[in-house]
């Protein structure tokens, strides 16, 4: 399986238009078919039928089990004995397959399965049906004060129906385009015409590809696209008492060996961060799935490096299920209210988690991913230790020789050239540890912009004037995260004598984060023995973290996954009697 460009060949499946496809993906896995077609079926996907110009609709009704038939209704022409292209659609794809069978019943139609799967996305950022009260107005010659109907938005798009005789040409700037609802809400865009096409029903739909005027203006219309795309999450912070609660009646706070008791010193800088999170949208969200009790589960995601976005601090009520639709709406939703926050960000170039693999979604969620992809060389499952480290009361100080201190820009050098040659490229890229980024200077800058704080410090230890290990410390706003991500070091060797070296870091890191009001910090352990080599104990020998870390034009792909691995699965196709 592998990407391949918008104009690689489809045949034996008929060509798609080279601008409406992105790319493509052959599957032809038996299992992860079965898989995708038993999603589909599960939550309804639409599908159509489709030979030359005509196109039915179609449903996927059931499938029957081991390797057996699909079984699809709605059917209103006759395919009898030809091979027949059919469309499934997927999160933000379609998926193509040849298949030919036989109408059992009127309306009906049994499959065998696909031998393969072609998998295309259309667009960078998924679509949902605008509002119906919203309305369009263009600003062109004899069209003041003509209204024209929303069919669909996006992120960074809107499309609409042009009436009769109406004519635009791709390429074209309109400004303003005001949008209206009758509630009252209005905002004004720059558009630019990128599709005209035909509908269905003979009527013209135009694409534009749209910016907000103003600041006000992109509030609105990023508020107007959650709705649309989100409609059963929430990012406004209003919950952020419910949100704290979740952590305590759900066991998120029992991870690691911990206990809700350890965490409630936090509590205040957690709810105040959460109340302020819907207006600090380029750094941080935090996404809660309500109901009528409260919150019923949670996903956030945070910008901590220049181009990374990380999701974190999962958590669902063990009786939520009662409240969803279909099966594993929750985790999808929260899932893809995240990612797709991050897609918004033309900087998003990584995203990253700190998993804990025992955790069984968490394992089929992203290891699972991680897998699938791995033949790809573009993902990253690195384990490690995650040791939470007190800042009070450090050991009393030994004699080693060795010197603390800041890094000189020598030693700078050699940090970045020792994880060149210890690292995958992707981790010193997404973590800024390459030369250009080792300040942090871009990432903190956005979080000062939004009045938050983020910081990075270099500590050498040296023996002489030989340096042996770093320890790379970072900060970043209490309540971000209750088990402290942002607050965090990481230590890597430069001699063979660094392990040595590693208490006297860890006790520089103590006063480093005491002195900014720190009772805490995160110790990222990646090497085996680096726990006890710092002097430090595990309290949760039995965890199996990892940080999961995959290129941003896999999202979409990974988002796929999650709906394939969260959707229920449906029951297999009754047999009828013998008679």
């Known amino acids: 399986m592998g990407a391949h460009s918008a104009r690689a060949p489809l045949r034996p499946l008929s060509e798609a238009p080279a601008l409406e496809w992105s790319v493509r993906w052959d599957v032809t896995d038996p299992e992860r078919i079965r898989i995708i077609l038993a999603a589909a079926a599960a939550l309804g996907s639409p599908a159509l039928l489709r030979q030359g110009d005509t196109a039915s609709?179609?449903?996927?009704?059931?499938l029957e089990p081991?390797?057996?038939?699909?079984?699809?209704?709605g059917l209103t022409v006759e395919p009898g004995a030809d091979a027949w292209e059919v469309e499934v659609s997927g999160h933000g794809?379609?998926?193509r397959m040849l298949l030919s069978g036989e109408t059992v019943e009127p309306g009906t139609w049994v499959t065998p399965p696909?031998?393969?799967?072609?998998?295309?996305?259309?667009?960078?950022?998924?679509r949902a049906r605008a509002p119906?009260?919203?309305?369009?107005?263009?600003?062109l010659p004899g069209w003041l004060g003509r209204e024209r109907e929303a069919v669909d938005v996006s992120p960074h798009g809107l499309s609409l129906r042009l009436g009769a005789g109406e004519r635009l040409s791709p390429g074209r700037v309109l400004q303003p385009v005001e949008l209206r609802t009758e509630g009252g809400e209005a905002m004004s865009l720059r558009g630019e015409v990128r599709h005209v096409s035909e509908r269905a029903d003979g009527e013209l739909q135009c694409g534009l590809q749209v910016t907000p005027l103003s600041f006000e203006d992109a509030e609105r219309w990023q508020a107007l696209v959650a709705?649309?795309?989100h409609p059963a999450t929430r990012t406004d912070g209003a919950l952020a008492e419910e949100h704290w609660r979740l952590f305590i009646d759900s066991g998120y706070f029992n991870l690691a060996g911990r206990s809700a008791e350890d965490f409630e010193a936090r509590r205040r800088s957690f709810v105040e961060l959460g109340r302020q999170a819907g207006s600090k949208g380029a750094v941080l969200t935090e996404v809660v799935w309500p109901s009528e009790r409260g919150v019923e589960a949670t996903l956030s995601a945070m910008k901590p490096y220049r181009s990374l976005w990380m999701v974190h601090q999962l958590a669902r009520r063990q009786d939520a299920t009662r409240f969803e639709r279909l099966k594993g709406q929750m985790l999808r939703d929260v899932y893809v209210h995240c990612v797709e926050h991050a897609q918004r960000d033309s900087g998003f170039r990584w995203l990253a988690a700190y998993i804990e693999s025992t955790v069984p979604f968490t394992y089929r969620a992203h290891v699972g991913f991680a897998d699938r992809m791995a033949a790809t060389g573009r993902t990253l499952l690195l384990p490690l230790r995650m040791i939470d480290v007190e800042c009070g009361h450090p050991p009393a100080p030994q004699r080693?020789?060795?010197?603390?201190?800041?890094?000189?820009?020598?030693?700078?050098?050699?940090?970045?050239?020792r994880i060149a040659l210890t690292r995958p490229a992707c981790y010193a890229e997404a973590l800024d540890l390459r030369l250009e980024t080792l300040d942090l200077r871009d990432a903190a800058r956005e979080w000062q912009t939004v009045g938050l704080e983020r910081e990075r410090r270099l500590l050498v230890a040296r023996e002489g004037a030989k340096p042996v290990a770093v320890a790379v410390l970072e900060a970043g706003p209490p309540g971000t995260n209750p088990f402290g991500l942002l607050d965090s070091v990481r230590l890597f060797a430069l001699s063979p004598r660094a392990r040595q070296a590693y208490p006297a870091l860890m006790d520089g890191a103590r006063r480093w984060f005491a002195h900014r009001g720190r009772d805490s910090f995160t110790f990222l352990?990646?090497?085996?023995?680096?726990?006890?080599?710092?002097?430090?104990h595990d309290a949760a020998p039995d965890a199996k973290p990892f940080l999961w870390l995959i290129p941003a034009d896999l999202a979409p792909e990974f988002l796929e996954h999650l709906h394939e691995q969260t959707a229920p699965r449906p029951l297999s196709h009754p047999q009828k009697e013998l008679s």
């Open 400 to 417: 080693t020789g060795l010197e603390v201190g800041p890094a000189t820009e020598a030693e700078r050098r050699l940090l970045v050239e």
């Open 227 to 229: 709705r649309v795309l």
């Open 93 to 95: 794809c379609v998926y």
């Open 114 to 126: 696909p031998r393969q799967l072609i998998q295309v996305r259309r667009r960078a950022h998924r």
């Open 132 to 139: 119906a009260d919203l309305r369009v107005r263009l600003p």
């Open 525 to 536: 352990a990646e090497e085996a023995g680096d726990v006890e080599a710092a002097g430090l």
């Open 57 to 62: 609709p179609l449903r996927l009704e059931t």
């Open 66 to 73: 081991e390797g057996g038939g699909l079984h699809w209704s």
